[in-house]
């Protein structure tokens, strides 16, 4: 199951922290790097702050964008230092992070969000998530590196692994009651989007209603077979406008 939590590391700057994470990530039984547009890799520097843990950076995947690095995943976790506007779902402690996310783990690819060194995820990389987190720090120097905020989360990922209830080792759920890959999600909002604009309620494009849907249904958290019936419902709301 911890070869479903997957570490992303978004244009890391350093190869020394990539190094640094996987050191912190080999720590806690993860494996699964994946590196988006890193400025400088591979490079001696990560392989030499790995110590030990070079396997994981000879196997870190490099991908364009943050969308490719996610797509198979029913959960993202954007890790963030300070509170955003944007109304995503916010877990204030990584506790209940860390348990939701290994409950999800069980059945499919999770993923957990890093950001630039200096000033972390924009707003648009936060968009692609699912939820944000914060690490609880002390609010007058509440700055930690890169690898030490992977080494946290990680930390309190192995930790609700190894405390999951026993009930929880069972027989994999039916596709329909899972949920939905990030990939799945973004084809229903692009979707909704189509529908909402040829229905007359969006006049032109509006970010900011767009994200209310998209937080909307974070929040919901419909299963794939939910996520078909509204799919479903708008090919249904098309047709029948073509039809008039």
């Known amino acids: ?30 494996t699964d790097l994946v590196l988006v547009n890193p400025r400088c890799f ?24 943050l969308q490719e690095a996610i797509a198979d995943c029913v959960q993202v976790v954007g890790a963030s230092a300070r509170l955003r506007s944007l109304p995503l779902p916010h877990f204030d402690e990584p506790e ?9 783990a069980e059945d499919d690819p999770v993923a957990l969000v890093f950001g630039r060194e200096r000033f972390g995820l924009t707003n648009d990389e936060i968009r692609c998530c699912s939820h944000q987190v914060s ?22 990922t192995f930790k609700a692994w190894r405390r999951r209830p026993e009930s929880d080792h069972c027989q ?7 949920r939905p890959t990030r990939e799945q999600l973004d084809h229903f909002h692009a979707h909704l989007s189509r529908v909402m604009q040829a229905s007359g309620f969006l006049t032109q494009p509006h970010a900011r209603t767009e994200a209310q849907l998209q937080a909307l249904f974070a929040r919901a958290q419909p299963t794939r077979k939910e996520l078909s019936l509204l799919r479903g419902l708008l090919r249904s709301l098309e047709e029948s406008a073509q039809d008039d």
């Open 96 to 104: 209940a992070m860390a348990r939701e996310l290994v409950a999800h």
């Open 135 to 156: 690490i609880p720090a002390n609010p007058d120097y509440g700055i930690l590196n890169l690898s030490q905020a992977v080494q946290v989360l990680a930390y309190e």
């Open 42 to 65: 591979p490079d001696s520097e990560a392989s030499r702050l790995a110590a030990g843990a070079e396997d994981v950076v000879d196997n870190a995947r490099v991908v364009g964008s």
């Open 172 to 178: 994999p759920r039916p596709a329909e009651e899972r």
């Open 1 to 30: 199951m911890l070869a479903n939590i997957r570490i992303v590391l978004v244009q890391t700057y350093h190869p020394g922290n990539i190094g640094a994470s996987a050191r912190a990530m080999k720590t806690m039984g993860l």
